[in-house]
């Protein structure tokens, strides 16, 4: 099955959704969705598709790279002990990292994916989920 077949619904979604700048391209045999969102709701959206396509995202034939464009919402800092808080591709510690968040760095919680897990951007543009107890209002 082509990538672009398999990912039919999230392409269709991602284009009916409003992604800005919206590419879609194959390349080595992954599938990568790139563009911009206006808000976290419709990235959380899109996230839910691709699981519901490939559960926990075993498949690894897809990249998903739509960030908020103009995140809104509430700062937060980053409340490790001492440590760097992990940034994750997806709401889970099976995700992979995408980068880190310094200890009292301050981020803006852009949604909550659920009890445990919040979408962030850090002053540098970095995006992704991180484990919501180590946030605490700024």
Known sequence: MALQEKYKRLIDEAKSSGVSDLQIREQNSVLYIDGSVSNAKVKDSLWAT????????????????????????????????????????????????????????????????????SLIKTENGEEGYVYSQYLEPA
């Not at 940034?87 to 981020?107: F, N």
Request: proline share 6%; charged share 25%.
């Open 50 to 117: 691709y699981d519901e396509i490939d559960p926990d995202y075993r498949s690894g034939d897809l990249v998903l790279n739509v960030n908020v464009a103009t995140p809104a919402g509430s700062k937060a800092k980053v409340a490790t002990k001492s440590s760097n808080l992990n940034i994750r591709k997806g709401p889970g510690t099976d995700q992979p990292i995408v980068g880190k968040a310094a200890h009292d760095e301050l981020v803006t919680i852009l949604s909550n994916a659920n009890e445990q897990w």
